[in-house]
Protein backbone atom coordinates (compact mmCIF):
# COMPACT_ATOMS: atom_id res chain seq x y z
CA UNK A 1 0.00 0.00 0.00
CA UNK A 2 1.57 3.63 -1.44
CA UNK A 3 -0.19 6.54 -0.54
CA UNK A 4 0.14 8.41 -4.20
CA UNK A 5 -1.12 11.70 -4.63
CA UNK A 6 -4.79 13.36 -3.80
CA UNK A 7 -7.19 13.99 -6.34
CA UNK A 8 -11.16 15.71 -6.03
CA UNK A 9 -12.09 11.76 -4.99
CA UNK A 10 -9.32 12.49 -1.84
CA UNK A 11 -6.72 10.43 -1.33
CA UNK A 12 -5.06 8.17 -4.06
CA UNK A 13 -3.78 4.67 -2.33
CA UNK A 14 -2.43 1.54 -4.41
CA UNK A 15 -3.68 -1.23 -3.49
CA UNK A 16 -2.19 -4.74 -4.52
CA UNK A 17 -3.80 -8.14 -4.22
CA UNK A 18 -2.12 -10.60 -2.55
CA UNK A 19 -1.73 -13.03 -5.97
CA UNK A 20 -0.21 -10.09 -7.30
CA UNK A 21 -2.02 -10.08 -10.47
CA UNK A 22 -4.11 -6.76 -9.55
CA UNK A 23 -2.81 -3.55 -8.38
CA UNK A 24 -5.46 -0.94 -8.31
CA UNK A 25 -5.86 2.99 -7.18
CA UNK A 26 -8.44 3.10 -4.53
CA UNK A 27 -9.64 6.37 -3.93
CA UNK A 28 -9.93 7.51 0.17
CA UNK A 29 -12.80 10.66 0.39
CA UNK A 30 -15.19 11.20 2.79
CA UNK A 31 -14.64 8.09 5.46
CA UNK A 32 -14.87 5.39 2.70
CA UNK A 33 -13.07 4.19 -0.59
CA UNK A 34 -14.32 4.38 -3.47
CA UNK A 35 -13.70 2.21 -6.91
CA UNK A 36 -15.24 2.74 -10.52
CA UNK A 37 -16.74 -0.43 -12.59
CA UNK A 38 -13.88 -0.75 -14.22
CA UNK A 39 -11.82 -1.35 -11.05
CA UNK A 40 -14.31 -3.08 -9.58
CA UNK A 41 -14.11 -5.64 -12.69
CA UNK A 42 -10.37 -6.02 -12.49
CA UNK A 43 -10.36 -6.34 -8.57
CA UNK A 44 -12.68 -9.71 -8.73
CA UNK A 45 -11.32 -10.70 -11.73
CA UNK A 46 -14.68 -10.80 -13.31
CA UNK A 47 -16.13 -8.96 -16.83
CA UNK A 48 -17.36 -5.58 -16.44
CA UNK A 49 -21.28 -6.75 -17.54
CA UNK A 50 -21.29 -9.22 -14.59
CA UNK A 51 -20.11 -6.68 -12.22
CA UNK A 52 -22.95 -4.02 -13.21
CA UNK A 53 -25.27 -6.75 -13.59
CA UNK A 54 -24.71 -7.47 -10.12
CA UNK A 55 -25.29 -3.95 -9.20
CA UNK A 56 -28.38 -3.61 -10.78
CA UNK A 57 -29.55 -6.56 -8.40
CA UNK A 58 -28.11 -5.02 -5.72
CA UNK A 59 -29.71 -1.63 -6.28
CA UNK A 60 -32.98 -3.30 -7.39
CA UNK A 61 -33.62 -5.49 -4.83
CA UNK A 62 -33.23 -2.59 -1.70
CA UNK A 63 -29.81 -4.30 -0.58
CA UNK A 64 -28.59 -1.05 -1.01
CA UNK A 65 -29.41 3.04 -2.09
CA UNK A 66 -27.82 3.95 -5.23
CA UNK A 67 -28.08 7.61 -3.84
CA UNK A 68 -25.95 6.86 -0.76
CA UNK A 69 -23.17 4.69 -2.21
CA UNK A 70 -22.70 5.60 -5.51
CA UNK A 71 -21.41 9.04 -7.01
CA UNK A 72 -20.54 10.82 -10.12
CA UNK A 73 -17.10 12.33 -11.02
CA UNK A 74 -15.73 14.24 -13.77
CA UNK A 75 -12.85 12.36 -15.53
CA UNK A 76 -10.86 12.93 -18.25
CA UNK A 77 -10.06 10.11 -20.91
CA UNK A 78 -8.14 9.84 -23.81
CA UNK A 79 -10.57 8.66 -26.53
CA UNK A 80 -9.50 7.99 -30.16
CA UNK A 81 -6.85 10.33 -29.44
CA UNK A 82 -8.75 12.83 -28.15
CA UNK A 83 -9.15 14.34 -24.14
CA UNK A 84 -12.91 13.58 -23.41
CA UNK A 85 -14.94 14.46 -20.20
CA UNK A 86 -16.86 12.01 -18.67
CA UNK A 87 -18.61 11.53 -15.83
CA UNK A 88 -18.00 8.25 -13.94
CA UNK A 89 -19.71 6.46 -11.43
CA UNK A 90 -17.92 5.41 -8.35
CA UNK A 91 -18.91 3.00 -6.17
CA UNK A 92 -18.22 2.90 -2.41
CA UNK A 93 -17.22 0.31 0.09
CA UNK A 94 -20.51 -1.00 0.87
CA UNK A 95 -21.27 -1.26 -2.31
CA UNK A 96 -17.88 -2.78 -3.34
CA UNK A 97 -18.34 -5.23 -0.59
CA UNK A 98 -22.11 -6.39 -1.67
CA UNK A 99 -20.45 -7.16 -5.26
CA UNK A 100 -17.63 -8.92 -3.52
CA UNK A 101 -20.49 -11.29 -1.85
CA UNK A 102 -21.95 -11.39 -5.14
CA UNK A 103 -19.13 -12.87 -7.14
CA UNK A 104 -18.13 -15.27 -3.85
CA UNK A 105 -14.18 -14.17 -4.90
CA UNK A 106 -11.85 -14.39 -2.25
CA UNK A 107 -10.20 -11.08 -3.55
CA UNK A 108 -13.22 -9.63 -2.11
CA UNK A 109 -12.24 -10.49 1.36
CA UNK A 110 -9.04 -9.56 1.18
CA UNK A 111 -9.55 -6.01 -0.39
CA UNK A 112 -12.21 -5.96 2.83
CA UNK A 113 -9.29 -6.59 5.13
CA UNK A 114 -7.56 -4.22 3.57
CA UNK A 115 -9.71 -1.02 3.30
CA UNK A 116 -11.36 -1.24 6.52
CA UNK A 117 -7.62 -1.44 8.06
CA UNK A 118 -6.89 2.15 5.80
CA UNK A 119 -10.06 3.44 6.96
CA UNK A 120 -9.23 3.06 10.86
CA UNK A 121 -6.06 4.57 10.59
CA UNK A 122 -7.25 7.12 8.82
CA UNK A 123 -9.54 7.95 11.11
CA UNK A 124 -6.90 7.87 13.62
CA UNK A 125 -5.09 10.23 11.97
CA UNK A 126 -7.74 12.58 11.68
CA UNK A 127 -8.58 12.04 14.89
CA UNK A 128 -5.19 12.94 16.44
CA UNK A 129 -4.58 16.11 14.28
CA UNK A 130 -8.12 17.42 14.64
CA UNK A 131 -7.22 16.91 18.28
CA UNK A 132 -4.30 18.50 18.53
CA UNK A 133 -5.33 21.73 16.71
CA UNK A 134 -8.51 21.91 19.04
CA UNK A 135 -6.22 21.66 22.00
CA UNK A 136 -3.31 23.66 21.05
CA UNK A 137 -6.19 26.37 19.71
CA UNK A 138 -7.98 26.67 23.31
CA UNK A 139 -4.22 26.69 24.74
CA UNK A 140 -3.24 29.20 22.82
CA UNK A 141 -6.04 31.48 23.67
CA UNK A 142 -5.95 31.17 26.51
CA UNK A 143 -2.52 31.81 26.82
CA UNK A 144 -3.83 35.45 25.27
CA UNK A 145 -6.75 36.00 27.78
CA UNK A 146 -4.68 35.62 30.64
CA UNK A 147 -1.77 37.60 28.97
CA UNK A 148 -3.78 40.55 28.21
CA UNK A 149 -5.52 40.10 31.54
CA UNK A 150 -2.39 40.56 33.14
CA UNK A 151 -1.44 43.91 31.24
CA UNK A 152 -4.25 45.26 32.10
CA UNK A 153 -4.71 45.00 35.84
CA UNK A 154 -1.14 45.71 35.76
CA UNK A 155 -1.25 48.93 33.45
CA UNK A 156 -4.09 50.27 35.60
CA UNK A 157 -2.42 49.45 38.80
CA UNK A 158 -5.37 47.71 39.83
CA UNK A 159 -3.56 44.96 41.50
CA UNK A 160 -1.29 44.67 44.44
CA UNK A 161 2.66 43.38 44.39
CA UNK A 162 1.67 40.14 45.83
CA UNK A 163 -0.97 40.31 42.99
CA UNK A 164 1.39 40.82 40.62
CA UNK A 165 3.48 37.90 41.73
CA UNK A 166 0.35 35.28 41.29
CA UNK A 167 -0.31 37.10 38.05
CA UNK A 168 3.46 36.31 36.86
CA UNK A 169 2.93 32.49 37.97
CA UNK A 170 -0.33 32.02 36.51
CA UNK A 171 1.84 33.54 32.94
CA UNK A 172 4.18 30.81 32.86
CA UNK A 173 1.83 27.91 33.97
CA UNK A 174 -0.50 29.27 30.54
CA UNK A 175 2.97 28.54 28.80
CA UNK A 176 3.94 25.34 30.70
CA UNK A 177 0.48 23.67 29.74
CA UNK A 178 1.55 24.08 26.35
CA UNK A 179 4.63 22.72 26.70
CA UNK A 180 3.35 19.81 28.17
CA UNK A 181 1.29 19.16 25.41
CA UNK A 182 4.27 18.82 22.53
CA UNK A 183 6.01 16.98 25.48
CA UNK A 184 3.11 14.37 25.27
CA UNK A 185 3.51 14.32 21.50
CA UNK A 186 7.39 14.40 21.51
CA UNK A 187 7.04 17.55 19.02
CA UNK A 188 8.98 20.08 21.22
CA UNK A 189 12.18 21.66 20.46
CA UNK A 190 14.85 23.48 22.11
CA UNK A 191 13.98 26.75 23.00
CA UNK A 192 14.74 29.58 20.55
CA UNK A 193 17.10 31.92 22.37
CA UNK A 194 19.39 30.26 25.20
CA UNK A 195 22.16 31.96 27.28
CA UNK A 196 25.65 31.51 26.41
CA UNK A 197 29.10 31.43 28.13
CA UNK A 198 27.87 31.02 31.60
CA UNK A 199 29.68 29.90 34.57
CA UNK A 200 30.60 26.38 35.92
CA UNK A 201 30.37 24.83 39.12
CA UNK A 202 33.37 23.55 40.18
CA UNK A 203 33.65 19.72 42.15
CA UNK A 204 34.83 21.19 45.68
CA UNK A 205 32.10 24.17 45.48
CA UNK A 206 29.48 21.49 44.85
CA UNK A 207 30.77 19.33 47.92
CA UNK A 208 30.75 22.01 50.04
CA UNK A 209 27.00 22.94 48.98
CA UNK A 210 25.60 19.80 49.54
CA UNK A 211 28.03 19.19 52.94
CA UNK A 212 25.74 22.35 53.69
CA UNK A 213 22.40 20.91 52.59
CA UNK A 214 23.02 18.00 54.54
CA UNK A 215 24.09 19.84 57.49
CA UNK A 216 20.53 21.89 57.89
CA UNK A 217 18.78 18.75 56.75
CA UNK A 218 20.02 17.07 59.32
CA UNK A 219 19.22 19.44 61.95
CA UNK A 220 15.54 19.30 61.11
CA UNK A 221 15.89 15.31 60.92
CA UNK A 222 15.42 14.98 57.30
CA UNK A 223 18.19 13.38 55.97
CA UNK A 224 20.45 10.81 57.54
CA UNK A 225 23.73 9.70 57.02
CA UNK A 226 23.93 8.12 53.62
CA UNK A 227 22.54 11.25 52.13
CA UNK A 228 25.12 12.94 50.33
CA UNK A 229 27.44 10.12 50.49
CA UNK A 230 29.00 10.34 47.07
CA UNK A 231 29.78 6.92 45.10
CA UNK A 232 33.06 6.62 43.15
CA UNK A 233 33.08 10.12 42.36
CA UNK A 234 30.00 9.75 40.27
CA UNK A 235 29.14 13.60 40.96
CA UNK A 236 32.34 14.42 39.46
CA UNK A 237 32.01 12.64 37.02
CA UNK A 238 28.96 14.13 35.72
CA UNK A 239 29.89 17.73 36.37
CA UNK A 240 33.06 16.91 33.68
CA UNK A 241 30.63 15.46 31.51
CA UNK A 242 28.73 19.00 31.12
CA UNK A 243 31.73 20.61 30.42
CA UNK A 244 33.46 18.29 28.38
CA UNK A 245 34.55 19.02 24.69
CA UNK A 246 34.88 18.00 21.60
CA UNK A 247 36.89 19.68 18.37
CA UNK A 248 36.98 23.12 20.37
CA UNK A 249 33.69 23.09 20.83
CA UNK A 250 31.38 22.42 24.24
CA UNK A 251 28.89 19.36 24.03
CA UNK A 252 26.46 21.42 26.01
CA UNK A 253 26.84 24.84 24.73
CA UNK A 254 23.80 27.17 26.48
CA UNK A 255 23.75 27.57 30.17
CA UNK A 256 19.93 25.96 30.68
CA UNK A 257 21.42 22.83 28.25
CA UNK A 258 24.00 22.26 31.19
CA UNK A 259 21.65 23.16 33.71
CA UNK A 260 19.22 20.60 32.18
CA UNK A 261 21.80 18.14 32.15
CA UNK A 262 22.95 18.39 35.33
CA UNK A 263 19.20 17.87 36.87
CA UNK A 264 18.97 15.07 34.80
CA UNK A 265 21.94 12.90 35.32
CA UNK A 266 22.24 13.69 39.00
CA UNK A 267 18.43 12.09 39.71
CA UNK A 268 19.18 9.16 36.72
CA UNK A 269 22.54 7.85 37.44
CA UNK A 270 22.12 8.07 41.70
CA UNK A 271 25.39 9.49 42.19
CA UNK A 272 24.81 9.29 46.05
CA UNK A 273 23.72 6.50 48.47
CA UNK A 274 20.46 8.48 49.30
CA UNK A 275 19.27 12.25 48.20
CA UNK A 276 19.65 11.96 44.39
CA UNK A 277 16.67 13.55 43.67
CA UNK A 278 16.96 16.31 46.39
CA UNK A 279 20.55 17.21 45.69
CA UNK A 280 20.05 17.32 41.93
CA UNK A 281 17.05 19.99 42.40
CA UNK A 282 19.25 21.61 44.55
CA UNK A 283 22.52 21.69 42.56
CA UNK A 284 20.25 22.78 39.43
CA UNK A 285 19.22 25.67 41.41
CA UNK A 286 22.97 26.73 42.44
CA UNK A 287 23.84 26.43 38.85
CA UNK A 288 21.17 28.47 37.74
CA UNK A 289 22.03 31.01 40.51
CA UNK A 290 25.30 31.60 39.84
CA UNK A 291 24.67 32.12 35.97
CA UNK A 292 22.12 35.08 36.95
CA UNK A 293 18.70 32.53 35.74
CA UNK A 294 17.23 31.72 38.85
CA UNK A 295 15.06 34.67 39.56
CA UNK A 296 13.96 34.46 35.64
CA UNK A 297 13.20 30.88 35.64
CA UNK A 298 10.50 31.38 37.77
CA UNK A 299 10.61 27.79 39.81
CA UNK A 300 8.70 27.75 42.38
CA UNK A 301 9.28 24.12 45.61
CA UNK A 302 6.53 22.33 43.91
CA UNK A 303 7.30 22.83 40.19
CA UNK A 304 10.78 21.33 40.74
CA UNK A 305 9.25 18.78 43.07
CA UNK A 306 7.46 17.68 40.05
CA UNK A 307 10.25 17.75 37.37
CA UNK A 308 12.60 15.59 39.93
CA UNK A 309 9.54 13.19 39.78
CA UNK A 310 9.01 13.13 35.89
CA UNK A 311 12.93 12.54 35.64
CA UNK A 312 12.87 9.68 38.25
CA UNK A 313 10.26 8.03 36.84
CA UNK A 314 10.85 8.57 32.84
CA UNK A 315 12.00 6.52 30.16
CA UNK A 316 16.27 6.86 29.40
CA UNK A 317 14.54 6.88 26.14
CA UNK A 318 12.98 10.01 26.79
CA UNK A 319 16.68 11.91 27.83
CA UNK A 320 16.45 14.33 25.06
CA UNK A 321 12.92 15.30 25.24
CA UNK A 322 13.02 15.66 28.85
CA UNK A 323 15.97 18.02 28.33
CA UNK A 324 14.41 20.16 26.24
CA UNK A 325 11.26 20.26 28.47
CA UNK A 326 13.66 21.52 31.09
CA UNK A 327 14.99 23.70 28.81
CA UNK A 328 12.07 25.57 27.71
CA UNK A 329 10.71 25.72 30.97
CA UNK A 330 13.64 28.09 31.70
CA UNK A 331 12.90 30.29 29.35
CA UNK A 332 10.93 33.44 30.14
CA UNK A 333 7.94 33.67 27.71
CA UNK A 334 7.86 37.20 25.79
CA UNK A 335 5.82 39.36 28.07
CA UNK A 336 6.53 37.99 31.47
Not at 10 to 31: C, N, P, R, T
Not at 157 to 167: I, N, R
Not at 254 to 266: G, M, R, T
Not at 298 to 320: C, M, R, T, W, Y
Request: aromatic share 8%.
Amino acid sequence: MKKQSQSERGEIIIYQASDGQSSIEVHLHEETVWLTLNQMADLFDRDKSVISRHLRTIYTSGELQKGSTVAKNATVQIEGGRKVTRNIEWYNLDAIISVGYCVNSKRGTQFRIWATNVLKQHLIRGFTANERRLAEKGLSEMEQAVALLSRTLQSHELVTDEGKAVLEVVNRYAKSWSLLLQYDEDRLGAPEKPHFKGKTIAYKQAKKAIDSLKTELMARKEAGDLFGQERDQALQAILGNIEQSFGGQELYSSIEEKAAHLLYFVIKDHPFSDGNKRIGSFLFIVFLRENGLLEQSGFNDNALVALALLIAESDPKQKDLLIRLIMNLLTRPEGV
